[in-house]
C-alpha cells in the first residue's frame, strides 16, 4: 500500500498539479459524505432533477429538509484538508482546483483558482428567468412561510440536507419574487448537465498541467471521473488519496488510503529557516 510519504513526493516532484476534491474533503467539517469505502451509497440516492422539476411534493421534501439542514452546512468550516491545499496552491504549484462539494470551503480556506464543478449551495436559481439569489435570502423565506419548521431537531446529511422525517403536505415552497418560477439550489442535480463552459475551462487547466490529484473522491460520478479518464488518456500520472475503492483504479500512479488531513499535513509545515539549516550542519560537522 502507498504510503503518505509517496504522495509527498508525488507533490515535490511536479511543478503544475490539477486538483480534483469531493466530499471525503468536507468531513471533518462536519459535513457528512455519501458513499461507503466500497463506492456504494450509505443512503437513499439525491433527488434528481426530473423529479424535483416534476413533483411538487419532491420540492416541498426538499425544501423542508433544506432549512433544518442549512444553518449547520453554513457554520461549517474549513478543515485541515482545504488549509493544505490551499497552501499547495499558494505554492504556487496547482493550475486549478476542480471540486465536485457545492459547500464553497475551498474558497474559505483560501483557494482562488477553483472550478465549483456541481455548483454552489450558497445560491439559488430561478429556473424560468434564471435570477440567482442568496441562499440566505430563501432561508429568510422558508422561515417566515414556514413558522415553527427552524425549530425541529434532525441529524445533518449530505449537502445541507436533513434526516427528517414528516408530514410535508403543507409546508409552503417560495416562488420566484421576479417572476413566479420554481426556485432551485444552484448546484447540478443527478439528471442534469454540467454546464458545458464549466467543463470546458477544467478541461483546458488540466491539458496545461502535469499531473491530477485526487483528493477525498471515489471518483463514482462521471462527471468527475471523465478527468481521469482524460489525465490517464494524455499520459499524465494520477494520484488519489481516498480512503476505499475509486472508479478510477486501474488509472493510477499512486492511491494512498489515508486520512486526507494527514497525509497532507506535510504541506502546512512550515520551511526550514535558512539559520536552522546551517545549524544542522554545523552540529553534524562538530
Same mark, same amino acid.
Request: glycine share 8%; with cysteine.
Given at each position: 500500500m502507498s504510503t503518505p510519504a509517496q504522495l509527498q513526493d508525488f507533490v515535490e516532484r511536479h511543478e503544475r498539479i490539477f486538483v480534483l476534491t469531493g466530499a471525503g474533503c468536507s468531513t471533518d467539517s462536519g459535513i457528512p459524505d455519501y458513499r461507503d469505502a466500497d463506492g456504494q451509497w450509505k443512503r437513499a440516492q439525491p433527488v434528481t432533477y426530473q423529479a424535483f422539476m416534476g413533483e411538487h411534493a419532491t420540492r416541498q421534501r426538499y425544501w423542508a429538509r433544506s432549512l433544518v439542514g442549512w444553518p449547520r452546512l453554513l457554520a461549517a468550516r474549513p478543515n485541515g484538508v482545504h488549509h493544505a491545499l490551499a497552501?499547495?496552491?499558494? +505554492?504556487?504549484?496547482?493550475?486549478?482546483?476542480? =471540486?465536485? $462539494?457545492?459547500?464553497?470551503?475551498?474558497? !474559505?480556506?483560501? $483557494? +482562488?483558482?477553483v472550478v465549483d464543478l456541481h455548483g454552489r449551495l450558497d445560491l439559488v436559481r430561478c429556473m424560468?428567468?434564471?435570477? +440567482? =439569489? /442568496?441562499?440566505?435570502?430563501?432561508? !429568510?423565506?422558508?422561515?417566515?412561510? $414556514? /413558522?415553527?419548521?427552524?425549530?425541529?431537531?434532525?441529524? %445533518?446529511? /449530505?449537502?445541507?440536507?436533513?434526516?427528517?422525517? !414528516?408530514?410535508?403536505?403543507?409546508?409552503?415552497?417560495?416562488?420566484?419574487?421576479?417572476?413566479?418560477?420554481?426556485?432551485k439550489p444552484d448546484v447540478v442535480y443527478f439528471g442534469e448537465h454540467v454546464p458545458r463552459e464549466r467543463v470546458q475551462a477544467a478541461q483546458h487547466?488540466?491539458? =496545461?498541467?502535469?499531473?491530477?490529484?485526487?483528493?477525498?473522491?471515489?471518483?463514482?460520478?462521471?462527471?468527475?471521473?471523465?478527468?481521469?479518464?482524460?489525465?490517464?488518456?494524455?499520459?499524465?500520472? %494520477?494520484?488519489?488519496?481516498?480512503?476505499g475503492r475509486t472508479r478510477a483504479d486501474a488509472l493510477l500512479t499512486l492511491k494512498v488510503e489515508h486520512d486526507c488531513a494527514q497525509a497532507l499535513a506535510f504541506l502546512l509545515a512550515p520551511p526550514p529557516r535558512a539559520q536552522d539549516v546551517g545549524r544542522e550542519d554545523w552540529q553534524r560537522a562538530s
Open positions: 497552501a499547495l496552491e499558494a +505554492r504556487g504549484q496547482t493550475s486549478l482546483l476542480l =471540486t465536485q $462539494n457545492v459547500d464553497r470551503l475551498h474558497q !474559505a480556506a483560501g $483557494n +482562488r483558482q424560468d428567468c434564471e435570477r +440567482r =439569489t /442568496p441562499r440566505a435570502d430563501f432561508q !429568510a423565506e422558508l422561515v417566515a412561510r $414556514n /413558522p415553527g419548521w427552524d425549530t425541529l431537531d434532525a441529524g %445533518i446529511a /449530505p449537502d445541507g440536507d436533513a434526516d427528517l422525517e !414528516a408530514d410535508f403536505d403543507a409546508f409552503h415552497v417560495p416562488a420566484c419574487t421576479h417572476c413566479g418560477g420554481i426556485v487547466a488540466l491539458e =496545461t498541467s502535469e499531473a491530477l490529484l485526487v483528493v477525498g473522491s471515489s471518483l463514482m460520478v462521471y462527471s468527475g471521473f471523465r478527468f481521469a479518464q482524460w489525465a490517464h488518456k494524455a499520459g499524465k500520472p %494520477i494520484a488519489a488519496l481516498n480512503r
